[in-house]
């Protein structure tokens, strides 16, 4: 794995410079939401010690030892098109991914949509919802899951979950890692912000095995087989398939 040092350590300015740090909540998404509706400024971060009710994709939940692991939602008010809102998901994984990697030595990877894994096990899960006032999309919500000082899992997800305290034989500070991933998501947003679209993709390509693989793609009851092409200017993943090349938007993908 190369290892690649692209963005000074600069702390971030923006990101997390509010923070409302919560002992226990239903999610910290929701209420990151609520706080958007009522005009939070950008950058402001919503953390929980715990979740009553951690929210995953399509209905899922994300289950997180109270006091061990990251859990956090950062509000955007993103200038960008509907078509770039969608690279936010991988954006937010590219950070986590090069984090981890470079900071922490780990060689975690990104899978399509929206997991950091470390092998074939998920170390993070993110979550991005739109809020809307009116017609109009007013923030973006982007939550974050990072499993860091867990040391087991319940079963059912044990075989399919690590964390950094898994992965590197340590516990590590919670506060600094928060920092740091804050950091780099700051500077890779405005990338984007600024016309660079291109680079996002490239980021998260260069984490991401997937691209040229042969894939299997669940997209609600319908299933895709074809081989990872790369990633649409909307994140969408570019698939090939016996029918050409095709643009999965929502889904779940295994490698066959
Ligand atoms: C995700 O959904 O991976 C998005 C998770 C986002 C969680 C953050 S925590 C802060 C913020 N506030 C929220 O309420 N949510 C966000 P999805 O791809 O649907 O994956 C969910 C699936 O991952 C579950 O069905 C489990 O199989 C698995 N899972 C749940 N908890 C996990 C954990 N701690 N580590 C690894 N896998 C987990």
């Known amino acids: 794995m190369t290892l690649r040092t692209t963005i000074p ?15 226990t909540i239903d999610s910290t998404n929701s209420t990151a939401k609520e706080l958007a509706q009522e005009g939070a400024l950008e950058g402001t971060v919503v953390t929980a010690e715990d979740q009553r009710a951690g929210k995953g994709r399509l209905g899922r939940s994300w289950e997180s030892e109270k006091g061990k692991n990251l859990t956090f939602s950062i509000i955007l008010r993103p200038h960008l098109t509907h078509i770039l809102l ?32 470390i092998g074939t096990k998920k170390i993070s899960g993110i979550l991005s919802e739109a809020v809307h006032q009116g017609d109009m999309s007013s923030a973006v919500i982007v939550g974050i899951g990072i499993n860091v000082n867990q040391a087991s899992f319940p079963v059912g997800l044990g075989d399919r979950a690590t964390s950094l305290y898994l992965s590197s034989g340590r516990e590590h500070d919670r506060t600094l890692l928060l920092t740091r991933l804050l950091g780099r998501m700051e500077a890779l947003y405005e990338i984007l912000q600024s016309g660079g679209a291109d680079t996002i993709i490239a980021r998260w390509t260069a984490v991401s095995p997937i691209i040229g693989k042969p894939l299997r793609v669940t997209d609600g009851s319908t299933l895709h087989e074809g081989t990872a092409r790369g990633i649409a200017p909307d994140g969408g993943l570019l698939l090939e398939t016996s029918a050409g090349i095709m643009t999965i938007r929502a889904g779940d993908v295994t490698l066959r």
Not at 89 to 103: D, I, K, Y
């Open 9 to 23: 350590r600069l702390p971030p300015t923006t990101f997390g410079a509010i923070t409302r740090s919560f002992e």
């Open 86 to 117: 969608g690279l936010l998901p991988l954006l937010a994984g590219t950070a986590v991914c090069e984090t981890l990697r470079e900071e922490y030595h780990v060689p975690s990877e990104c899978k399509w949509p929206n997991d950091v894994l």
